[in-house]
């Protein structure tokens, strides 16, 4: 079968273990970035089984309907990049595990490598150190400061658990089911959001991007942290409501922000309104990418493959596809 690879930026798929299981199939790897439907619609229209690596292209009917050999769309978690409906209208099934047992711990440590990054500042006195200067000020300790978890599943719960292993106090908001499962495991929830936003030292937002939770932090969210408070997003921008973050840094609520997520990505231009801030630390998209993760969630994209070419598609989020 033909199967194409798109946005695998740094040719990593190739390299591990996991690639031998398409050993038989042909093979078509994209290291660049492309969304223009025209130009995606003549890489693919071989294609017959496409992988995505995460959210990088958005599927959409457009070009699903200039696909006519497409069979299967195989990648892993969410999927509000593909248009389902039209995946099945034109015969697509599209697999996805949602590894609902099993958390990022990838994820987990870019989030709080950005905490410690920003708390210490180590990006400026890093760049200071290369200038040839000693030294460019005081960072803050961890130990007894306040973390607050906006957001409860898998990676929120094990951020968490590194919180109190620093000596942190932690506390939790989010939906009432999710603040439930947060106090079933020990920690302080929230009295109302606003006491959460306005006690936290670091806030780390960790929900899914959904409808629901586009925009659910506010510009009047931020303006409730402290000029001290830093804010981790290694979840989605889109949790943010648009152009929030960095009118709040510039008004210095909250004092400095580090963020591993954008609205458009990959980010290209040096001039976004985020890089030019020095109160924001921002990294690209880098809070799954390791080798260790990479190897778990393609085994899982492989296999997906493997089971459809043997006539027996697994995790199928479109069943009606297959009837």
Not at 63 to 85: E, F, G, M, N, T
């Amino acid at each position: 079968m033909n199967i194409t690879i798109l946005d695998d930026y740094f040719d990593t798929l190739r390299g591990l273990p996991c690639f031998r299981k398409l050993d038989g199939h042909t093979m078509t790897v994209w290291n660049d970035h492309v969304q223009d439907v025209d130009a995606l619609a003549e890489r693919l229209r071989d294609t017959e089984i496409l992988v995505l690596i995460r959210e990088r292209t958005q599927i959409r009917a457009p070009l699903i309907a200039r696909l006519p050999k497409l069979r299967l769309i195989s990648q892993r978690s969410v999927y509000p990049h593909i248009d389902i409906d039209a995946c099945t209208e034109h015969g697509v099934i599209v697999s996805s595990n949602q590894h609902a047992g099993t958390p990022s711990y990838a994820a987990a440590e870019m989030t709080w490598a950005l905490a410690l990054a920003g708390m210490r500042r180590i990006p400026e006195q890093v760049q200071a150190l290369k200038e040839g200067v000693w030294q460019t000020g005081m960072g803050r300790t961890l130990r007894g400061r306040t973390l607050g978890i906006y957001g409860y599943g898998r990676i929120g719960a094990e951020v968490a658990r590194y919180g109190a292993a620093f000596g942190m106090k932690v506390q939790v908001w989010a939906r009432e089911a999710s603040r439930q499962r947060a106090r079933d495991d020990g920690w302080a929830v929230a009295p109302d959001k606003q006491t959460f936003f306005a006690t936290s030292d670091v806030l780390s937002l960790h929900m899914r991007l959904v409808p629901a939770t586009r925009g659910i932090v506010t510009a009047e969210d931020l303006a409730h942290m402290q000029p001290s408070a830093l804010l981790v997003n290694t979840s989605r921008a889109g949790l943010i409501a648009p152009g929030a973050l960095v009118q709040a840094l510039r008004a210095g609520r909250p004092g400095a922000a580090a963020v591993d997520v954008f609205e458009e990505e990959p980010v290209r231009d040096p001039q976004h309104p985020l890089l030019q801030l020095p109160n924001a630390i921002c990294t690209p998209h880098i809070g799954y990418v390791t080798e260790d993760e990479y190897e778990t969630q393609f085994s899982d994209v492989f296999d997906q493959i493997v089971s459809y070419a043997a006539g027996k598609p697994i995790h199928v989020v479109n069943p009606a596809v297959l009837g």
